[in-house]
């Protein structure tokens, strides 16, 4: 059976073009930098966040850390988001390989961290404290409803960390859904950060691999770390090719996702037992409960839908995040909406 599939718009899978690309890229060995279509890849991701260079890597959660390696010493204190990925779902990477300790604050329901609640944070110099070196955002906001943060806003999170000598980093990694989504260049909305990572393996439909941007020095040192993880990669430009296409043509129909989202939301709120987030959805993710009165919990939904063809993904008992992509067509909105209803009768 064809599922279709809303778990999350990782489960992508390469389109045709991508495949094509792919069995007749152009590669060499990379660790020489001997890969000519990795270094396209990397030209284009740099010049397209209007940043110095860039650096292909194998996931999303690498590029973070090496982010959080390069910019950190051992002891310092990183500001994350208490609802963010680098903090929740990177398995303790910063802590257990870098040595660096995360300062969570409250993400506020609109993704973003207060700037109060940041300045407070901010260690002041003293012997007993650790070292506050770097704040991060993420944007989209995933747990937040998929939520973009502004230009306006990353702008003084930067000037506030720049004014207190610290770095900014951005977990980007839906950044071309966040520019889409509010009609501004993605050059623009990371302008202040001064590392980027952003994921070529979620809606841009890329196989694998992800990004990490930023000046020439940093990337020269993550490159060097990411040898150190073991994510030094060889004839890497089979993969880098679908990237080329990610950035090229996939970045252009991220405008479509949302629609289908917005499609999505409107249907499953006609349907009695469900309760759409208000507000939902701001980009590519639809999230929604089960009505107190509904009699099962979102495991046996899970099941029924199944059953009918489509695979969706609770969060907690009787919440679900649905996310569109590429693969999700009318069609598919429209099956979704009528398994749930069925799957609640
Ligand atoms: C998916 C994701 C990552 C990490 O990407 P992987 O390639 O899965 O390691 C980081 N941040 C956010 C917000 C994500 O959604």
Same mark, same amino acid.
């Given at each position: ?57 194998? !996931? ?118 966040? =520019? ?20 070529? !393996? ?37 993969? =880098? ?105």
């Amino acid at each position: 059976m064809e599922y279709i599939d809303l778990r999350s718009d990782t489960v992508t899978k390469p389109t045709p073009e991508m495949r094509e690309a792919m069995a007749e890229a152009e590669v060499g060995d990379d660790v020489y930098r001997d890969d000519p279509t990795v270094n396209r890849l990397e030209e284009l991701a740099a010049e397209m966040l209007g940043k110095e260079a860039a650096l292909f890597v194998p !996931s999303g959660t690498m590029g973070n850390l090496l982010a959080l390696l390069v910019h950190c010493q051992r002891g310092d204190e990183v500001i994350v988001g208490n609802q963010s990925h680098i903090y929740l779902n990177e398995a303790g990477g910063m802590s257990a390989l870098g040595g660096i300790q995360p300062c969570p604050i409250q993400n506020q329901p609109d993704g973003s961290l207060a700037i109060k609640d940041i300045f407070a944070s901010i260690r002041t110099e003293d012997v007993h404290h650790p070292i506050t070196r770097l704040i991060c955002l993420e944007n989209t906001q995933n747990i937040c409803g998929g939520v973009p943060l502004t230009a306006e806003y990353t702008r003084q999170i930067g000037e506030l960390a720049h004014h207190n000598h610290l770095r900014l980093h951005l977990d980007g990694a839906r950044i071309f859904n966040a =520019a889409i989504a509010q009609n501004v260049s993605v050059e623009e909305l990371v302008k202040p950060a001064d590392s980027v990572m952003f994921c070529l !393996s979620k809606g841009l439909a890329a196989p694998i691999g992800s990004m990490l941007v930023g000046t020439n020095k940093f990337i020269a040192r993550a490159r060097h770390i990411r040898k150190m993880l073991g994510g030094g990669m060889r004839q890497v430009g089979v993969l =880098a090719a679908a990237g080329i296409i990610s950035l090229e043509k996939m970045t252009k129909r991220l405008g479509e996702d949302h629609a289908r989202a917005r499609k999505l939301a409107d249907g499953l709120r006609q349907v009695e037992g469900l309760e759409v987030d208000a507000g939902s959805p701001y980009t590519n993710m639809v999230y929604l409960n089960l009505s107190e009165n509904v009699p099962v919990n979102a495991q046996q939904i899970i099941q029924r839908m199944r059953d009918d063809g489509v695979l969706v993904d609770s969060e907690s008992a009787r919440r679900f995040r649905l996310v569109t992509h590429f693969w999700i067509d009318d069609a598919a909105v429209e099956k979704t909406v009528s398994a749930f209803a069925k799957s609640l009768r």
